[in-house]
């Protein structure tokens, strides 16, 4: 598939990126960039795997090479942002929710009871559960690329981080997890 | 969701619910992945991203006065080192340049807009531009002697 994108295949590219946006998204949000910056992030990644492809060689790596790329130029984007103070605790929830009409009322109060307890847990945690939720999930090599932890931490702190999510008032009032 | 199903896993489904809810990858953001494919290097060798100051630990920026120097920034292929300063004055970006070996040479500074900027590289392979905002570019070079040489293209990178 990378060698079809390289010849310049649409539909071979298109299948990577339905792939993988959603992690290169969660890379750059977990980084607690906004919207806005994290887009910019995800452009620069998208271009340097374009000019990278026919250097590629391994498959299977693609997604932590994207991690890694997505972490730097996360990284970045933090180090240049000299005019704008660094987005605050609720920068992973800027982007604009659609209020659909069909969505009901208790979802929207379990999101509320999720929103309100992942705000509690430490930033470490907000940043790792976040790459975790992406849509596909991330291996665990991925994960590392893109946080710089030891691929042997992660499992421990993810079950310590979703235990501190677990404990909040507002997941525990309302039986989740 | 099956009885025996570990709480964990619970709790990280309902998570990809909530994020995929809240924090969903904007449309916009995949359209442009998908193009970005229309800015395959055909013709040219590659000018890596050797290194970026605006990676690099700068541990006493604030001590010196909270001024951070101009973010330098240096790619290089074979036969061919580039070097920019980004002078940041919002929304527009200066960018300085010179070529090692020097040599005259157009470059042409590539955005997402339509048209590329250009710039013209003196005989001693400086070069000056203004782009209007900030976002990715690449540069194009193009050496002014001698059809043999192939342009070179750089990393992209966000200004």
Redesign the interface.
Known sequence: MISAANEGDDAAWAAIVARFAGLVWAVARSHRLAPAEAADVAQTTWLRLVENLDRINDPERLGAWLATTARRESLRHIRLQTREVVTGEDALFEAPSEDRAEQRLIARERNTAVRQGFARISERCQSLLRMLAAPEPFTYEEIASATGMAIGAIGPTRARCLDQLRRTPELAAFGIG | MAEDTE??E???A???I?????????P???E???A??G???LDAD?AELLS?S??EE?PFALARGGH?PA?AVTFSSTGLTIDIEVHVD?PERTLLGQLSPPSPATIEIQT?ADEPLSAEADRLGRFRVRLPAG??I?LRVLAADGPGRPPV?T????V
Do not use: C, H, Y
Request: glycine share 2%.
């Open positions: 709480p964990e619970l709790l990280m309902e998570l990809r909530f994020f995929a809810d809240v924090d969903p990858v904007p916009l953001v995949i442009t992945a998908k970005s494919l800015w395959r290097r590659l970026d605006a990676l700068e951070a973010r919002d997402m976002g990715p690449r293209e990393s992209w990178i966000t």
